[in-house]
């Protein structure tokens, strides 16, 4: 699937320094109330080693950006156990209002490290952490009456405090373990549900996620894109003359040149039976045209093998302007009224100004 079009990336953290970014869904860190615990029971040094050692063994990426979330851990243990040594953790008062300064430190430190990073990659700040808001809330403040437990203790039985924490991280790890491995199965199994099973072309679930990244691009700014209906013609005796193996067989040798012969950022789908449709951004009104007619030469140019014999097969094709006025249902629509168009004549391409202009 190298051509399906990817409308956003997520780069996260092991403190989630930078959930949220391009509106993906964040992830909770669990992170966060660990390296409060170490800084405010061993201070500023433990809590800087502690910060660090989390970033390194949690993020990932190259040399620089893990060096740059080491940085980032090592500052926020550190600021976090300056803050704690000012406070009585005596009783359990102490131990609350310990945890509650040391999370909301370490919280607003995250926050600082969200609106940095949306500053450097020039993202809107308040976009981000609008975004960001509910995993850190739940990274940083859930934990907190786990946290008061191990103040509490850490004190009379450090033992126990130690024991008590390590039962935790154990518990964390688990559960992280089990929760990265269900999204990897419920992402192969959205992927297998936007992806058509005979050509391996993304179908039209996948089209519809396709047309409104393009429609988000657009409003961006970018120039509009082309969409063109392709149906095969005289499938159907393809069928009758030498079977539904072999017709099966021709759409995925179609699927195959229109990818292989089409631009790199072209998209080729599956609509449905003999149809595909064809994704073509950064196309312009006077090139849809010409666009719509290589379609239909890449199919009639050149014969396909069928058991082996050679044979001609032709499309009838539709064009329409997908642009940022103009829903993409619309366009779709408009494309499809086309290609019935041409089914009348066969072997044609149709486009959408050459029908305006003939108006």
Not at 182 to 198: G, I, Y
Request: charged share 20%.
């Amino acid at each position: 699937m190298r051509d399906f079009p990817r409308s956003s990336d997520r780069n996260t953290g092991a403190d989630g320094a930078l959930v949220g970014m391009r509106g993906k869904p964040t992830t909770v860190s669990t992170a966060g109330p660990f390296l409060v615990a170490a800084a405010l029971v061993g201070g500023p040094l433990l809590g800087a080693c502690a910060g660090a050692a989390i970033q390194l063994a949690a993020s990932s990426g190259g040399r620089r950006r893990r060096a740059a979330y080491a940085c980032a851990g090592a500052l926020q243990g550190f600021v976090v156990g300056a803050v704690g040594e000012q406070l009585t953790r005596g009783g359990a008062s102490g131990a609350v209002v310990a945890a509650a300064v040391g999370l909301l430190t370490g919280c607003a430190l995250n926050a600082a490290a969200i609106v940095f990073a949306a500053h450097s990659r020039g993202l809107a700040a308040r976009t981000e952490l609008a975004a960001s808001w509910r995993a850190i809330a739940g990274g940083w403040l859930l934990p907190a009456p786990l946290l008061v437990v191990f103040l509490y203790l850490f004190p009379t039985t450090p033992g126990l405090a130690l024991a008590y924490a390590a039962g935790l991280l154990l518990v964390v790890v688990v559960g992280k373990r089990l929760y990265l491995g269900l999204e990897r199965t419920l992402d192969e199994e959205r992927s297998r549900a936007r992806v058509d099973a005979l050509t391996n072309a993304p179908n039209r679930y996948a089209l519809a996620e396709a047309l409104t990244a393009e429609q988000a691009r657009m409003r961006r700014g970018g120039s509009p894109a082309g969409i063109c209906f392709l149906d095969l013609d005289r499938f159907k005796s393809v069928n009758d003359t030498y079977g539904y193996a072999a017709g099966d067989r021709l759409l995925v040798d179609v699927y195959q040149r229109l990818r292989r012969e089409l631009r790199a950022s072209d998209v080729v789908f599956r609509w449905g039976g003999e149809e595909f449709v064809v994704l073509a951004p950064h196309l312009q009104a006077a090139e849809l045209a010409s666009f719509a007619e290589r379609l239909r030469l890449l199919l009639e140019s050149r014969p396909f093998a069928i058991d082996g014999r050679p044979r001609t097969i032709t499309a009838s094709v539709g064009a329409a302007l997908l642009e940022e006025s103009r829903p993409a249902d619309a366009a779709l629509e408009v494309a499809s009224r086309l290609v019935k168009k041409a089914k009348l004549t066969r072997n044609t391409a149709v486009s959408e100004p050459v029908l305006q202009n003939a108006a």
